[in-house]
């Protein structure tokens, strides 16, 4: 997946998210760790962000909502999603980039098996089938 601050215009970085769809939002939400805030130079700008309440398994966090901050869109190989305006949900806990429900909907993204982590996009013809890349951190 890239993303690309829209608060730092040149700032853009190529990583590995996970589509949670427990990560249920009523607008597009990426959540970005704080060592990926930096990178795009999101971090400078948490004084201005909302700080909201999410439930997790471990209980409720608070985290920093930076409202249509980032566009983000899916790059294989062989094909691109479209290209999407979301919240970047800051958190200084989770070291993996995630996708809410909502957005992995606006990308196109469809889940075939969670399990195997196979999916594909919706445009995609109806033999593809793609696999899960390993896992990215960012501690």
Same mark, same amino acid.
């Given at each position: 997946?890239r993303? /690309?601050?829209?608060?730092s215009?040149?700032?853009?970085?190529?990583t590995?998210a996970?589509?949670?769809?427990g990560?249920e939002a009523d607008t597009?939400?990426l959540?970005?760790?704080?060592?990926l805030?930096q990178e795009?130079s999101? %971090?400078?700008r948490?004084?201005?962000?909302?700080?909201?309440?999410y439930g997790t398994?471990g209980?409720?966090? /608070?985290?920093?909502?930076?409202?249509?901050?980032v566009?983000?869109w899916v790059?294989?190989? $062989?094909?691109r999603?479209? #290209?999407v305006?979301? $919240?970047a949900?800051?958190? $200084?806990t989770?070291?993996?980039v995630?996708i809410?429900d909502?957005?992995?909907?606006?990308? !196109?993204?469809?889940v075939?098996?969670?399990?195997? !982590?196979i999916? #594909?996009l #919706?445009? $995609?013809? *109806?033999h593809?089938?793609?696999q899960? %890349?390993? *896992?990215?951190?960012?501690?």
């Open positions: 997946m993303i /690309r601050s829209l608060l215009a040149s700032k853009e970085v190529t590995v996970l589509v949670n769809s990560f597009p939400q959540l970005i760790p704080l060592k805030a795009l999101l %971090h400078a948490l004084l201005e962000a909302r700080i909201e309440s398994v209980g409720p966090v /608070r985290l920093y909502v930076l409202p249509s901050s566009e983000t790059d294989e190989e $062989d094909a999603s479209p #290209k305006v979301c $919240d949900v800051i958190s $200084d989770e070291y993996e995630l809410s909502y957005l992995a909907g606006m990308l !196109g993204i469809m075939e098996d969670f399990r195997e !982590g999916w #594909k #919706k445009a $995609d013809p *109806p593809v089938k793609r899960t %890349h390993p *896992p990215q951190v960012w501690r």
